[in-house]
């Protein structure tokens, strides 16, 4: 973990990524003291918003922290304005490829940057571009998700890039014994939200974490496109009420289409509208009926509230007992 706590100015390259509503100053300044790394989750906030956001987080840390921030977000370089108005050390540009001018923009107040990549070409043209890390992130994370496993994006992207690069592996990793075998591929170190999102320190309504508490790893579900002409991001989230109505809305504004009563503008904003808001509503009003419950395939192996540096302590300590063991 060296490199990658050199990287991230940690005790430990575990980093809690960002996860909206979730990843707020509490969460990410807990993990930051307990020798993790925390990273706000910018998501669709304001830049006043932000602001408080670091503000609030500084003042309860005074270990080094990340900002997330959404590629598509209107106002991304306002947003980069206030990292660097608050000297952030790390931004993780998140949600597609990073627009013209992003990386040189955070890389001129001295932060170093994290980007996505969902191919090996697009990892090597961001490097080459000046990102400084990648998290390489499978389909079993939590949240929205491509189509490959972390296992199959390790062993494509770990040898072509682990000795000249940082690269952070994310998605269902759960235990400690894990970490090790990441690492031991190169991975610099790890990313990992799910098994956060529930500690004692995170704000998520107590609704949201016994959900958490009792689903298996097989309740958290990718959504499921049903109709060719109507879009949908796959996401990862609890099954509920709201995922099994998600289908029906698609048959229904599919057949609207098939009737001529709505144009493809208009059908393929009702179904992106679907979700508006559903992640807020589970998080903080602990709506787990119709709300978004975003989670991790690894979800199983969250079972009750912990702090964060227990949490921490424990993925440690079995991944030191992996390695001895080998
Ligand atoms: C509730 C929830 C919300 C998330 N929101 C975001 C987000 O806003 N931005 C982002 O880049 N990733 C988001 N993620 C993905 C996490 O940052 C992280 O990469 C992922 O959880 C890692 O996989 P794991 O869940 O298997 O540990 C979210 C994940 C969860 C569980």
Known sequence: MARG????????????????????????AAMSNAGGFGVIACGAMTPELLDAEIAGTKALTDKPFGVNLITMHP??????????????????LAGGIPPKGSIDAIKTFGAKVIVFAPT???????????????VIEGSEAGGHIGPISTSVLAQEFLPELAAEHVVFVAGGIG???MIAAYLEMGAAGVQMGTAFACATESIAHPDFKKA??????????ASVQIDARLPVIPVRALKNKGTEEFAAKQREVALLL?????????????????????????????????????????????TAEEPVADII?????????ALTRR
């Open 5 to 28: 706590c050199a990287f991230l100015g940690s005790e430990t390259a575990i980093l809690c990524g960002a996860m909206s509503w979730v990843s707020e100053r509490n969460l990410v």
């Open 75 to 92: 106002d991304l370089f306002d947003l980069i304005g206030i990292c660097e108005k608050h000297g952030v050390s790390h931004v993780v």
């Open 120 to 134: 090996l070409a697009l990892a090597k043209k961001q490097f080459r571009g000046g990102a400084d890390a990648l």
């Open 175 to 177: 235990r400690g014994d």
């Open 212 to 221: 958490f508490f009792r689903a298996k790893a097989r309740d958290a579900e």
């Open 258 to 302: 098939d009737q001529g009563s709505v144009d493809m503008g208009e059908a393929q904003l009702q179904i992106e509208h679907y979700w508006a808001g559903a992640l807020r509503r589970a998080v903080i009003d602990g709506d787990v009926e119709s709300g978004s419950l975003m989670a991790g395939q690894s979800v199983g192996m969250v």
């Open 313 to 321: 302590a424990r993925l440690m300590r079995e991944s030191e007992e």
